[in-house]
Antibody, heavy 118, light 110 residues
């Protein structure tokens, strides 16, 4: 079945970087773009960015410009999201979500909790 | 890009219908058909309920429907059931080639 499996929880210190992975299975990896969405504790959803697995092109939210990097490995059907210069406000659950080719998010990963604390 | 505006909470009794609004601008909700709705239960990942304003993915109950008028989209849930109690989020594609979510609405089934 179609699924996205993300890497495990992370605890990082302020100023560090974190890299979250999202492994896709059950469909043709390069046929669907992938989004990253985060959710701070008790808060709403925030769109972070998008990667096209075919060419690796990305589009990021302006708020995160310069701090977020999205990459992919087509050999393992995995996308990665790296966030640098972490601050306490980056504490959140990070989700990858497949684009359904209609600019919506039809399949979601289970989420990865990233905690930024000194 | 400012978040889309949703009511913080709505409630209804089993069997009733409720509607959740999602207000944006002509640069997002009003300008494109790419409005979606998501259901999120506590501790779970969001689930796509409606895409392209009024399309239901396979497996989503026909009790869920979507519509749009101008800069405001709406999600209607008819025949409310206990399991519908959850947070609901709208999202829209924007003219900046980004996506924006609403602040979320907590649905309570009385």
């Amino acid at each position: 079945q179609v699924q996205l499996v993300q890497s495990g929880a992370e605890v990082k210190k302020p100023g560090a970087s974190v890299k979250v992975s999202c492994k896709a299975s059950g469909y043709t990896f390069t046929s669907y773009k992938m989004h990253w969405v985060r959710q701070a504790p008790g808060q709403g959803l925030e769109w972070m960015g998008l990667i096209n697995p075919t060419g690796g092109n990305t589009r990021n939210a302006q708020k995160l410009q310069g701090r977020v990097t999205m990459t992919r490995d087509t050999s393992t059907s995995t996308v990665y999201m790296e966030l640098s210069s972490l601050r306490s406000e980056d504490t959140a659950v990070y989700y990858c979500a497949r684009d359904n080719q209609e600019w919506s998010f039809d399949i979601w990963g289970q989420g990865t909790m990233v905690t930024v604390s000194s | 890009q400012s978040a889309l505006t949703q009511p913080a909470s709505v409630s209804g009794s089993p069997g009733q219908s409720i509607t959740i609004s999602c207000t944006g601008t002509s640069s997002d909700v009003g300008g494109y058909k790419y409005v979606s709705w998501f259901q999120q239960h506590p501790g779970k990942a969001p689930k796509l309920m409606i895409y392209d304003v009024n399309n239901r993915p396979s497996g989503v109950s026909n009790r869920f429907s979507g519509s749009k008028s101008g800069n405001t989209a709406s999600l209607t849930i008819s025949g409310l059931q206990a399991e519908d109690e959850a947070d609901y989020y709208c999202s829209s594609y924007t003219s900046s080639i980004t996506w924006v979510f609403g602040g979320g609405t907590k649905l309570t089934v009385l």
